[in-house]
């Protein structure tokens, strides 16, 4: 482990990166029977249990042609990599990390769907490794971070603020101050802080070390902004 990141672990206690899957209708699942199943209306227990008997064999599917990939693109053996499913959840489990597919009712529309692909627990050397950048590649939008102590938005706001454009950072935050996003001239993510958590964005889905190099260039601006609210919230 390196200096920076050893330093990381005193403020995150998990780390996470993220990529949605675009949405589609529930009618649309191969389990769904018209004239025999109904829409959802809502997002309920009832729903979210006959969502995942809907999408079950498509969910078992796709996470078995990951489990595929990964053990013929990484050489895995029988022991260092095994499948959960449970749909609408699947987990992939390797040594070196642990991948999540899953999919769920939205609940602006709950006539529709939408997935989600977590990528955690990944070990620091798998980072870079051609092999391991090439199976995930174009997966991820965001790295989310959760933080071990909560920070106030307004004093990360102020400490922004006051720096007058030092280091390129700008603030943005609606009147409510409930959340807060940050970002650096010159790098394309965006980070959003609503105290608990930070949510690091790309405009495009990238590779694991892509999302890690552009979160490096906004960390370096918050570290050399040396405001403390800054300094120690990435």
């Not at 609940?107 to 990528?119: N, Q, S």
């Not at 010159?186 to 495009?204: H, K, N, Q, T």
Request: glycine content about 8%.
């Amino acid at each position: 482990m390196t200096a920076e990141s050893d330093n990381l672990t005193t403020f995150v206690s998990r780390v996470r990166l993220v990529g949605y899957m675009g949405e589609d209708a529930v009618k649309t699942l191969p389990g769904f029977k018209k004239g025999r199943h109904a829409v959802p209306d809502a997002v309920t227990p009832a729903t979210r249990s006959f969502f995942a008997r809907l999408c079950q064999d498509m969910v078992a599917e796709e996470a078995e042609a990951w489990f595929q990939r990964a053990r013929a693109e990484l050489s895995y053996k029988r022991k260092e990599l095994t499948l959960e499913v449970a749909s609408p959840l699947a987990v992939l489990t390797a040594t070196d990390f642990t991948f999540e597919l899953e999919y769920r009712l939205l609940e602006r529309d709950a006539g529709r769907f939408a997935g989600v692909r977590t990528l955690h627990d990944l070990k620091e050397g798998r980072l870079g490794v051609p092999t391991f950048e090439a199976l995930f590649a174009g997966q991820f939008t965001e790295i989310a971070f959760d933080l071990k102590k909560g920070v106030q938005v307004e004093a990360v706001i102020d400490a922004v603020e006051e720096l007058e454009s030092a280091g390129g950072l700008r603030v943005d935050y609606p009147s409510d101050y409930r959340e807060c996003t940050l970002s650096v001239a010159g790098v394309e993510a965006e980070v959003l802080c609503d105290g608990s958590s930070l949510a690091m964005s790309f405009p495009r889905a990238g590779a694991p070390m892509e999302l890690v190099e552009g979160f490096c260039a906004v960390r370096r601006a918050f570290v050399l902004s040396e405001r403390e609210e800054l300094a120690g919230l990435l």
